[in-house]
C-alpha cells in the first residue's frame, strides 16, 4: 500500500537555524498538509497546500515557516529561524481530492529537537 | 471553532477484552466527517475507520466500530476482541465538509495486556 514518506525521521537543530523537512506524499494525492506534536499535547494543524499554493493555515503558520512543492514529488516544511518552542514531531499528511471527506494519510514523523 | 474533547487519558485491558474509548465534539456544522487514527510506539498515525456525519449508520472495520451519535456529539471506538497490537495512542478528529484541516482530540493512551 502506498505510504507518505517523511525525512529525516530525527533532525536536530541549533536555535536560530533554517531547517527544512522533506515528504513525499502518495503519489496520486493532491492535498498535502503538515501538522506538528508538541510532546505531550494535542496534534495541531499548520497548513493545507493545494494547486501550488497554500490553501489554509492555521496562527501557528506565522512568517517563519514556509511550504514548497519544489519538483512534483516533495513537499517540504521550512522554518527560517528555529526557535526552542518549535521542537515537536511534525507530520505530514496527503489525500486525494476524489469523493468528499477522503481521509488524510499521514507519514511517520519527523522530530525535530531545537537545542 | 470546533473542539474535540478525549475524556480518557489512558485506558488498559486484558487482551481478548473489548475496550471503548470515548469522543465528543463540538460544532455548529451539519455536514462533517469523523475519524479514529491510531498511533503506535511506531508514531505512524494509521486511520483506523471514518465516519461521515449524514449518515446514520455506524461505521465498521473488522475488529472496530463506532457509536455515533449526532444529536449528543458523540464518536466513540469500540475495540473487539483486543490484541496485543492494539497497543497505542488513539486520536479522534473531525473534520468539517470542504474544509482542509483535521481538529484533533488528546488522545488516549490504551494498553492490551497480555
Known amino acids: 500500500e502506498p505510504e507518505v514518506t517523511q525525512t529525516p525521521s530525527h533532525q536536530v537543530t541549533q536555535m536560530g537555524q533554517e531547517v527544512i523537512l522533506r515528504c513525499v506524499p502518495i503519489?496520486?494525492?493532491?492535498?498535502f498538509y503538515w501538522y506538528r506534536q508538541i510532546l505531550g499535547q494535542k496534534v495541531e494543524f499548520l497548513v493545507s497546500?493545494?494547486?501550488?499554493?497554500?490553501?489554509?493555515k492555521s496562527e501557528i503558520f506565522d512568517d517563519q515557516f514556509s511550504v514548497e512543492r519544489p519538483d512534483g514529488s516533495n513537499f517540504t516544511l521550512k522554518i527560517r529561524s528555529t526557535k526552542l518552542e518549535d521542537s515537536a514531531m511534525y507530520f505530514c499528511a496527503s489525500r486525494t481530492d476524489r469523493g468528499r471527506g477522503q481521509p488524510q494519510h499521514f507519514g511517520d514523523g519527523t522530530r525535530l529537537s531545537i537545542l | 471553532a470546533q473542539t474535540v474533547t478525549q475524556s480518557q487519558p489512558e485506558m488498559s485491558v486484558q487482551e481478548a477484552e473489548t475496550v471503548t474509548l470515548s469522543c465528543t465534539y463540538d460544532?455548529?456544522?451539519?455536514?462533517?466527517?469523523l475519524f479514529w487514527y491510531k498511533q503506535p510506539p511506531s508514531r505512524q498515525m494509521i486511520l483506523v475507520i471514518r465516519q461521515e456525519a449524514y449518515k446514520q449508520q455506524n461505521a465498521t472495520e473488522n475488529r472496530f466500530s463506532v457509536n455515533f451519535q449526532k444529536a449528543a456529539k458523540s464518536f466513540s471506538l469500540k475495540i473487539s476482541d483486543s490484541q496485543l497490537g492494539d497497543t497505542a495512542m488513539y486520536f479522534c478528529?473531525?473534520?468539517?465538509?470542504?474544509?482542509?484541516?483535521?481538529?484533533f482530540g488528546q488522545g488516549t493512551r490504551l494498553t492490551i495486556n497480555p
Open positions: 460544532t455548529s456544522e451539519n455536514n462533517y466527517y
Open positions: 503519489s496520486n494525492h493532491l492535498y
Open positions: 497546500f493545494y494547486n501550488n499554493e497554500i490553501s489554509e
Open positions: 478528529a473531525f473534520m468539517k465538509e470542504g474544509a482542509q484541516k483535521l481538529v
